[in-house]
């Protein structure tokens, strides 16, 4: 178990990955690579313990999408496992090539999540080293989220309706946030605890940082393959409203944004 210790008082209770059992499990062990790197080559054999997933990113991720994973099946069955591809520098993607300007994005098309690390760097920066890491869960789970919305065919029905402070791509974004909610609200508050439970301004710093670094521009490049990020996300009183309303529950069955009668009905 790693808990910090030793950290100042301003970084308190917040996010500390507790991975406990057999590490093997909790870190993917047996199951498909679920993520890989192009920027050099790590051995993700090495992510053992929560003190591996605090340190490292790489370690993180992998825990983080073991746990995904594991929350998706659950809750939705019938959609295969998405990966997630960190890189820096620049990636091909069946969307298009991409580089570290355009943040984290999913594409549909090869249905992968692409998180470049300076994106994370910054992240950190802006939250300190364990809001950071909260930050970097919430882009994974809001990106895994999208994954989820392109079986469901809500990522195809935001494409119908682009613009407005209603339209569908603003609801597929707060939908993503509030799966994102979700997933979090389960391993923070579930028997497999993966977090300490962060605070509401935790949460909600964690996502206004991510969405001022996070808007990413791939769409200018690759016009209507990528996740629509770069039309609006919904005000940030939105997106951690659907945050909160996922994390509360911990149920996705609560976030159905396309078909609320408002996007404020959070
Ligand atoms: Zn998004």
């Known amino acids: 178990m790693a808990v910090g210790g030793g950290v100042g008082a301003l970084l308190l209770a917040v996010i500390v990955l507790l991975f406990g059992g057999d590490p093997g499990d909790v870190l993917g062990g047996g199951g498909q690579q679920q993520v890989s790197t192009n920027a050099q080559e790590v051995d993700l054999a090495q992510c053992r313990t929560g003190a591996d997933a605090n340190e490292f990113v790489d370690c993180r991720m992998k825990g983080g999408m073991a746990s995904l994973e594991n929350y998706w099946t659950r809750a939705s069955p019938d959609t295969p496992p998405a990966t997630a591809i960190l890189f820096t520098g620049q990636v091909d993607t069946q969307c298009g090539a991409a580089s570290s300007a355009v943040g984290p994005f999913y594409c549909p098309l090869d249905r992968q999540i692409y998180l470049d690390t300076s994106f994370f760097n910054q992240l950190q920066g802006q939250l300190g080293a364990r809001g950071g890491s909260l930050g970097e869960l919430y882009v994974l789970g809001h990106e895994y989220g999208h994954h989820i919305q392109n079986y469901t065919g809500a990522l195809q029905a935001s494409q119908q309706s682009r613009s407005g402070p209603e339209s569908g791509a603003v609801r597929v974004e707060l939908q993503a946030d509030c799966f994102a909610g979700a997933w979090l609200g389960e391993v923070s508050r579930g028997q497999d605890a993966l977090l300490e439970p962060p605070t509401e301004e935790q949460i909600r710093s964690a996502l206004s940082a991510a969405a001022a670094v996070g808007d990413d521009s791939i769409q200018e490049r690759v016009q209507g393959q990528v996740t629509p990020h770069t039309?609006?996300?919904?005000?940030?009183?939105?997106?951690?409203?659907?945050?909160?309303?996922?994390?509360?529950?911990?149920?996705?069955?609560?976030?159905d944004v396309l078909n609320a009668g408002s996007v404020e009905d959070y």
């Open 231 to 255: 039309w609006t996300h919904g005000s940030s009183e939105q997106r951690t409203g659907w945050f909160m309303r996922g994390y509360q529950s911990a149920d996705p069955n609560q976030c």
